[in-house]
């Protein structure tokens, strides 16, 4: 059974940083393709950043430059380290595993990340 669990989030003031983490349990972490999304209040969900399985990686416009994404296939953990975090990033934020077309997606449970102006 594939599961998610994320843990990091929490409050900072504006310029600091977190970093997140999503520990997939299950046989599928090196194959799939994973990313983070965040929903802040009354907005849908949006995509912050991608990783495929290969360690490509896709950011949004709006954190370019500021967040990072990776992964350890070896601990089956990806990561999304925040930098210069500014109020507007405030959300809960989630991973998301992608093993492929013929599975369907696997979501966390979301860490609320909170930054003070």
């Known amino acids: 059974q594939v599961q998610l669990v994320e843990s990091g989030g929490g409050l900072v003031q504006a310029g600091g940083s977190l970093r997140l983490s999503c520990v997939v349990s299950g046989n599928i972490f090196s194959s799939s393709s994973m990313g983070w999304y965040r929903q802040a209040p009354g907005k849908q969900r949006e995509l912050v950043a991608a990783i495929t399985w290969r360690g490509s990686t896709n950011y949004a416009d709006f954190v370019k430059g500021r967040f990072t994404i990776s992964k350890d296939n070896a601990k089956n953990t990806m990561y999304l380290q925040m930098n210069s975090l500014k109020p507007e990033d405030t959300a809960v934020y989630y991973c998301?595993?992608?093993?492929?077309?013929?599975?369907?997606?696997?979501w966390g449970q979301g860490t609320q990340v909170t930054v003070s102006s």
């Open positions: 998301n595993v992608d093993p492929g077309p013929m599975s369907a997606d696997y």
